[in-house]
């Protein structure tokens, strides 16, 4: 949600728990000078531009052979009124090197595919962004029910040359996410299914436990999606929840689970999120 409002003389600012596509939260920095590692540059531009505000992504790259040598890095931000802030405070800046920096917002156009899309931030980035806003005692989550809903006619199946047995396990997790400070509580709930050759009951186990975890990570990952991070200035963070159709109140939960179904060739490694694709260095 790209929404900037200025009150009084006061910035507000909302960010929501999705991948931040817009090119008004993105920013390309270059003219670096390879006096430094890559590993070194990527932690002092860390330490710079981390001071405006939680980053989404940070990414540190040598010049192509055709230029002369050094880097060039792009960063996103989660706000565009940090992205922004940030640029102006830094373009023309020596910073961390002898030379100054070159910092420029991006000016590519967005697919129109893109636009109206949004993505989840994956577990890990929920709470990265959480702690970073809020705090470690900002927020807290607690597991309402966490079941397994596999048949017992999907139990077992005989695998063809005798190397095991197909098993299908289905678990669903329904979880309250919870704001102390801010008296704001949401529910979500995932599914989750993996159907794999178990060839002792070890195997089983690990799948259970492992299950287990993901749809835990998943159904919180859901009830992030509903929250809004309104960032007020000063510091001060408010919170509040999107009304949406499929939301879960807290009455209306009590048995319901099926939701977000997902198999396990859904379940990417957390979708950070290679944006190699994205690396068109068009400036304003």
């Not at 989404?56 to 010049?63: A, F, I």
Request: negative net charge; proline residues 5%; aromatic residues 8%.
């Amino acid at each position: 949600m790209k929404m900037e409002e200025t009150v009084g003389v006061m910035e507000v600012d909302i960010l929501e728990f999705q991948v931040p596509v817009e090119n008004n939260k993105t920013l390309f920095v270059w003219d670096i000078q390879p006096s430094h590692t890559e590993a070194q540059i990527y932690e002092d531009l860390y330490a710079v531009f981390s001071s405006f505000g939680p980053l989404y992504l940070l990414k540190v790259c040598p010049n192509a052979p055709l230029n002369p040598p050094g880097f060039y890095a792009l960063i996103k931000f989660y706000s565009a009124a940090q992205a922004s802030k940030a640029q102006r405070q830094t373009d023309g800046r020596l910073l961390f090197q002898s030379s100054p920096l070159k910092v420029r917002l991006s000016s590519k156009q967005t697919p129109h595919f893109l636009c109206d899309s949004s993505r989840p931030l994956s577990h890990a980035r929920c709470l990265e962004l959480a702690n970073h806003c809020l705090g470690f005692n900002g927020w807290t989550s607690d597991i309402i029910t966490l079941k397994e809903l596999t048949n017992e006619e999907e139990e077992e199946e005989e695998e063809e040359g005798g190397g095991g047995q197909w098993r299908r396990l289905k678990f669903g997790c329904l979880l309250q996410l919870s704001f102390p400070h801010h008296a704001q509580t949401t529910r979500a709930a995932a599914v989750v299914e993996d159907r794999f050759t178990c060839t002792g009951p070890d195997v089983l186990l690990q799948k259970r436990c492992k299950l287990q975890k993901v749809v835990r990570e998943k159904a919180l990952v859901q009830a992030f999606a509903t929250v809004l991070l309104i960032l007020l200035g000063g510091g001060k963070v408010m919170v509040e929840l999107k009304q949406t159709s499929d939301q879960f109140l807290p009455e209306q939960t009590e048995g319901v689970l099926q939701v977000n179904e997902l198999t396990w060739s859904q379940l990417a490694p957390d979708e950070e999120e290679d944006d190699d694709d994205e690396w068109d260095l068009t400036v304003s």
